[in-house]
């Protein structure tokens, strides 16, 4: 059986909610605007999701919107926001954006948007001072990646979020990678505006959700019917949004002590892989991390032929770096922390989920010192 460490990329989808979707891509195949009976009771559903992916970040049901995912939430959220008010044209990012909020801001910058990114330490805790310092009259949003996708390093959203209201600043959460695996309570947590997906919940891929909160001003992106509050025209994708409420729902009963377990794994291979290899060095340990994340570099090495040789071997991860032109290049994340680009080349992110057990962790460190030896040719302790 491969042993599949790529859960920052997509998780499996749980059985109970390919069962709920089962129906809905079949006999249950009614419009949820339809008035009549059968077209209601797919609405109905549709707003049990919604309330079961309301529950997972405490929010209303009525705040919740229904996209095709992250990337479709966050443009909606940036752009949307950006549209709303025409005479505020600042954006600030960080430097560790998932590509969704990167190229977008990019864009924006291309089509007269004045965009700043925000630095990160060399263990990939937003420079909050430089934040503040960034914030001007113009500033219309400030954008951030809750948790990173690479490294799994949570940033400090409350003093984001305290930040921005002293400035009267709107803030919008990449919570793609966090839902799910730290608590996320929006009564708790004032960012009016916040990111979810789930296919990187164990739902299915082209559903996500745009947190709205209150009375948050927001143009849409497309126009058309009058679904999703006017800001997410078109039929909805009822059977994936049927599949993202139950995984919601999962993900918000998984309680600390199987969120502890994943850490506990997570933190045993990262320890024993230091302990194996030593040209291993764990990225993004000092500051908060996700439960499930470890990105790894091995000094000197190529993250491609490491991946190959794994995935030969039935084990799937992810490099920490981003092929260009044939190339491999220490991705924009490593970068900006600094990482040493002999460490930063080598960077291998595993990232786990509930369902990894001790056995495919044992399997993959053995694995792993072995494809380590026959690259390096160097002996390991
Ligand atoms: N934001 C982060 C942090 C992500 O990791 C991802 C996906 O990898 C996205 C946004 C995009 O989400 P989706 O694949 O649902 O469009």
């Not at 859960?7 to 069962?19: F, I, M, W, Y």
């Amino acid at each position: 059986m491969p042993i599949y460490l790529d859960n920052n990329a997509s998780t499996r989808p749980l059985d109970g909610v390919v069962e709920a979707m089962k129906p809905l891509l079949g006999a249950e195949y009614a419009n949820p605007s339809s008035l009549h009976r059968f077209g209601q009771q797919v609405r109905y559903k549709v707003e049990c999701a919604r309330e079961q992916v309301a529950g997972l970040i405490n929010a209303d049901p009525k705040e919740i919107i229904f996209t095709s995912g992250g990337t479709e939430s966050i443009n909606l959220a940036i752009r949307g926001v950006l549209a709303a008010q025409p005479a505020k044209r600042h954006l600030i990012t960080s430097a560790v954006e998932h590509s969704a909020v990167g190229r977008l801001a990019a864009q924006l910058a291309r089509e007269g948007c004045r965009v700043d990114e925000v630095r990160v330490d060399c263990e990939g805790r937003l420079d909050l001072a430089e934040l503040e310092e960034k914030v001007t009259e113009d500033t219309a949003l400030i954008s951030v990646i809750h948790a990173n996708n690479e490294t799994g390093v949570i940033i400090d959203a409350e003093r984001v979020c305290e930040i921005a209201a002293r400035h009267g600043v709107r803030v919008h959460l990449d919570a793609v990678q966090s839902a799910g695996k730290v608590a996320v309570n929006v009564r708790e947590l004032p960012a009016p505006l916040l990111s979810l997906s789930a296919h990187k919940i164990h739902g299915p891929k082209g559903a996500g959700a745009l947190y709205v909160r209150g009375r948050t001003r927001l143009t849409p992106l497309t126009f058309g019917g009058r679904q999703e509050r006017d800001l997410r025209p078109g039929t909805e994708n009822v059977p994936a949004i049927i599949g993202f409420g139950i995984a919601a729902e999962e993900a918000a009963a998984l309680g600390p002590e199987r969120i502890d377990s994943i850490r506990h794994l997570r933190d045993d291979f990262e320890a024993r892989v230091q302990a194996a290899i030593s040209i291993a060095k764990v990225i993004g340990t000092e500051g908060e991390r996700v439960c499930n994340t470890s990105n790894i570099g091995f000094e000197r090495l190529q993250a491609e032929a490491i991946l190959i040789l794994l995935s030969e071997r039935g084990i799937y991860a992810s490099a920490g770096a981003a092929c260009s032109s044939g190339s491999l290049e220490p991705s924009h994340v490593l970068r900006a922390m600094g990482i040493d680009p002999q460490l930063a080349h080598g960077a291998i992110r595993f990232s786990l989920s509930r369902f990894t057990t001790e056995a495919e962790i044992d399997q993959t460190l053995a694995v792993l010192v072995e494809v380590i030896e026959r690259l390096s040719g160097m002996v390991t302790t």
